[in-house]
């Protein structure tokens, strides 16, 4: 197993006060299914932890480059995201991914979105019960061990998606809208 415990700086920070932030420490082992060797996981990105298992799962997110109707089983999206078939949005499994365009990925869901989104909003795959802490980027073959903030100011900003549930999991994050 190799280990490694790094990080990447990806950017302005997105937590508050270092100090006053309620973490989880000791290591989750993210999972890095489906993400491309040199991604970047970014700092405060939702990830679903399991405490007893030590693992980690990072929500995955896209923004969407057209209007979502409720009925919706094709569904635009900017290029740049790592979702891949089988990942679920709103609920409903991605059947393909058409990258032919240049300007957007066109996604085909196995059933109808379920809800309206605007166009330019942040869409995800589930939702999550912490934040990540530091930025990691993805090296294939590597255990990439990752620190959970639970509590804290977070500007919410500057991280993906962060659906409504992932926001009652964390009562004690404080999303703030500051730029």
Do not use: C, W
């Not at 109707?69 to 569904?75: K, Q, W």
């Amino acid at each position: 197993m190799n280990i490694q415990r790094s990080t990447y700086n990806a950017g302005i920070p997105v937590f508050q006060h270092d100090k006053s932030l309620q973490m989880l420490t000791g290591g989750f082992v993210l999972d890095i299914s489906g993400y491309a060797a040199g991604a970047v996981i970014g700092a405060g990105t939702a990830i679903l932890v399991d405490e007893i298992n030590r693992t980690a799962i990072a929500v995955k997110t896209a923004t969407t480059t057209k209007a979502i109707a409720t009925g919706n089983t094709e569904i635009e999206v900017a290029k740049g995201h790592s979702l891949i078939v089988g990942d679920q949005l709103n609920g409903k499994a991605i059947a393909e991914i058409d990258k032919s365009d240049a300007s957007f990925d066109k996604i085909t869901l196995a059933a109808a979105y379920g809800a309206a989104v605007a166009t330019n909003t942040a869409i995800g795959t589930g939702n999550g019960n912490a934040l990540l802490y530091n930025p990691i980027k993805v090296v294939p073959g590597n255990t990439h061990s990752v620190d959970a903030v639970v509590g804290g100011l977070v500007y919410a900003r500057r991280i993906g998606y962060i659906s409504t549930q992932t926001k009652a999991n964390l009562p004690n994050v404080i999303f703030s809208q500051t730029k």
